[in-house]
């Protein structure tokens, strides 16, 4: 397909290459707060909804697998993974989804079970930080429902489940959250979020609301964040172009530039799955983990 005249090409680099076939069994995929990055596959049958019969967990480092495990006899589907410590946390859907119930699993890197925790209704986005901490987001269902940590749409845990923040939109001008549609745990001390309806990008800053700005995409998925510019999936119905913007006064942003982005040989790459962590932007495509940064959208803009 011919490229748009306002958006260019935006080589990505891969990270992960799964094997052939394997990626068909793929339930999720994350980047950590060291930046390895982590998938979540079934092993046997798998239909949506259900648990497989076991699940393969790896990850990687620069270019290293440092971590393939099994998950035996784990009576919930487990959907979203991060690590905690030297452990690792998964969201899971307990049968009934039952308000109250234990939706955070805690495993040994040798695929034991810890520990449960219960981390809020209906998560969206899942992650940590270096330091424990855990960064739950929660879509409408759970904002909208009988959980009154849900009902903040963005909380903040200790790594033995106590909820330690519940988001608040204390500037003027900030609405409530309806459905969290993307988190960036930048580090310990910096967590980014976008939600509906208005899609601000917020800036929580040690624990407080610190500024937003309102963002000219309506939908996206995921974001890179850095400084005075941010790096968003697109909007409904555009989820292959990328906008790069630079966060300016008065909760303005200006677009730099639209992208699309590409395979070393200038191919383009259809992402159905994102993730942003820091200044990286990262999404499954073409049977692998793509990342693109910040710098290479930057100096692509100039």
């Known amino acids: 397909m011919a490229e748009s005249p306002t958006t260019f090409p935006l080589p990505a680099h891969c990270l992960v290459e799964f094997e052939s076939g394997s990626d068909d069994a793929l339930i999720a995929f994350a980047v950590g707060p060291d930046r390895a990055v982590y998938a979540l596959h079934a092993f046997g049958a798998y239909a949506h909804g259900r648990p497989p019969p076991a699940y393969r967990v790896r990850a990687w480092l620069d270019g290293q697998c440092v971590l393939d495990t099994r998950i035996d006899d784990e009576p919930h589907m487990l959907y979203a993974l991060q690590p905690l410590g030297a452990d690792l946390l998964f969201a899971s859907v307990p049968p009934g989804k039952p308000v109250g119930a234990a939706n955070g699993k805690v495993y040994s890197r040798e695929g034991r079970r810890l520990r449960e925790l219960v981390l809020g209704d209906s998560i969206e986005h899942l992650q940590t930080t270096r330091k424990g901490a855990i960064w739950t987001a929660y879509f409408d269902e759970g904002v909208f429902g009988d959980d009154p940590v849900s009902a903040h749409g963005l909380a903040a845990w200790d790594a033995s489940g106590e909820c330690t923040y519940r988001f608040h939109p204390d ?62 999936t697109g909007g409904y119905g555009q989820f292959d172009t990328l906008t790069l913007l630079r966060l300016g006064e008065n909760a303005h942003c200006d677009v730099l530039a639209r992208f699309r982005p590409c395979d070393e040989d200038g191919e383009a790459l259809s992402a159905d799955r994102f993730h942003g962590r820091a200044d990286t932007l990262y999404f499954h495509a073409a049977g692998g983990i793509w990342a693109v940064g910040l710098d290479e959208a930057l100096a692509a803009s100039s």
Not at 181 to 201: G, I, K, M, S
Not at 213 to 222: D, F, I, S, T
């Open 171 to 232: 500037l003027a001008g900030l609405d409530y959250i309806c459905d969290c549609y993307a988190l960036n745990v930048a580090d310990d001390r910096e967590t980014w979020l976008y939600y509906y309806n208005q899609f601000p990008l917020v800036l929580v800053r040690e624990r407080r609301v610190s500024r937003y700005w309102k963002v000219p995409v309506a939908g996206a998925r995921a974001f890179a964040v850095r400084g005075e510019h941010a790096l968003f």
